[in-house]
């Protein structure tokens, strides 16, 4: 294929010299909502180092697959550029999505214990799992939610 033969994706339609940290809705596919986790600004050099974004992905995962939205939950995982995460719920109510985030940076907060799934046989990166790092990011980014305007 050529790049003429190639569509443009949406994500790539979004300018990211202008986007800052916050939740957004990122697309609506049937009854699949895609939100932006967006923890950084883009493009400034301020990156979620391997360890952080996988401790968190450890931990947001699976506190928010226990949570009232446990059934909605298609998929959290880290975008490619380090400065934030997605999250597909089924049936989103936005509010109650924004709510269960906020719940769950909280108890990624609170936590006492190893990092969730931090063996060989749950993880193929195990070692490189911080609670430290878990919990700082949590509350950067519940810290940035508190700042600006959902």
């Known amino acids: 294929m050529n790049d003429q033969e190639v569509t443009r994706i949406t994500s790539f339609s979004i ?15 049937g009854d ?5 986790r967006r923890a950084r600004r883009p493009n400034t050099g301020d990156l979620m180092d391997n360890s952080t974004m996988h401790s968190l992905e450890h ?7 226990n ?16 400065t934030g995460f997605y999250l597909l719920v089924r049936s989103a109510d936005n509010d109650e999505v924004l709510r269960q985030i906020r719940l769950t940076l909280c108890k990624i907060i609170a936590h006492e214990g190893a990092v969730f799934g931090a063996s060989s046989r ?7 799992l911080s609670l430290d790092a878990a919990k700082t990011e949590a509350r950067r980014y519940l810290a940035e939610l508190d700042a600006r305007p959902v």
């Open 15 to 29: 300018n990211h010299d202008k986007l800052l940290p916050g939740l957004y809705v990122s697309r609506v596919d």
């Open 32 to 36: 699949v909502t895609t939100y932006d």
């Open 59 to 65: 931990m947001f995962a699976t506190y928010i697959r």
């Open 67 to 82: 949570g009232s939205l446990k059934d909605s939950i298609i998929y959290f995982g880290p975008m490619g550029c380090q």
């Open 122 to 128: 749950e993880c193929g990166n195990y070692r490189n």
